[in-house]
């Protein structure tokens, strides 16, 4: 039995980690058809998202990934497997002997930084306390200055609040999308304040 050298894979047989392991299934397996079902389906574990933060932040190694975060070796090597069967990073080679890899987001890993943010801007208000002290915030290339997520409709090009956006239905909803809407808009109904 050889030794973990850190790296993806079982240190005795050298298959990927939850490799053969059947994924638990809900009713609704939705990831097909809902973009928030495909995306939990990929990165929905604590450890998933956070490998992301740090790749994104520039982190590389593996053994970087161990110290950032305090992760198991198994549970690392597990989901940095899952992260790279599902597209979201590469695995390049920085030495052969042992052999050592660095990890990088592929352009599906890049585009999760949006995710990040949003998750970073919603945690720095509702779970920082003070309110809004974090370590790190996010700041433009190009002025230095802080930068702030923002919904822009996309005819118009206005900003748009949050709050003044709903979910519609697409000619691609299936049978539980319609009820879901449905449903959600009858109770929006019996929440407006009624008129005299």
């Known amino acids: 039995m050889r030794e973990h050298d850190g790296e993806p894979g079982h240190p005795s047989t050298g ?48 053994d ?30 920085y030495q052969s002997n042992p052999p050592r890899h660095e990890y990088e987001p592929t352009e599906a890993g890049e585009a999760f930084r949006q995710v990040i943010f949003a998750m970073a801007e919603w945690g720095k208000t509702w779970r920082m306390e003070p309110s809004g002290r974090t370590p790190v915030k996010y700041v433009s290339d190009r002025t230095g200055n802080p930068v702030a997520m923002r919904l822009i409709d996309e005819k118009t090009g206005e900003e ?15 049978e539980i999308a319609e009820w879901r809407i449905a449903t959600a808009e009858a109770h929006a109904s019996t929440d407006k304040p009624k008129k005299n």
């Open 15 to 62: 298959k990927k980690a939850g490799a053969g392991k059947a994924r638990a299934r809900s009713k609704h397996d939705e990831s097909a058809t809902c973009p928030i079902a495909a995306t939990v389906s990929v990165v929905g574990d604590r450890w998933s998202i956070l490998i992301l933060r740090d790749l994104l932040l520039g982190l590389r190694r593996f």
């Open 160 to 174: 748009t609040p949050i709050s003044e956006t709903t979910s519609v239905l697409t000619e691609w909803a299936n």
């Open 64 to 93: 970087e990934l161990v110290k950032s975060l305090g992760i198991a070796t198994n549970i690392l090597t597990d989901r940095l497997n899952k992260l790279s069967d599902e597209g979201l990073l590469t695995r390049k080679a």
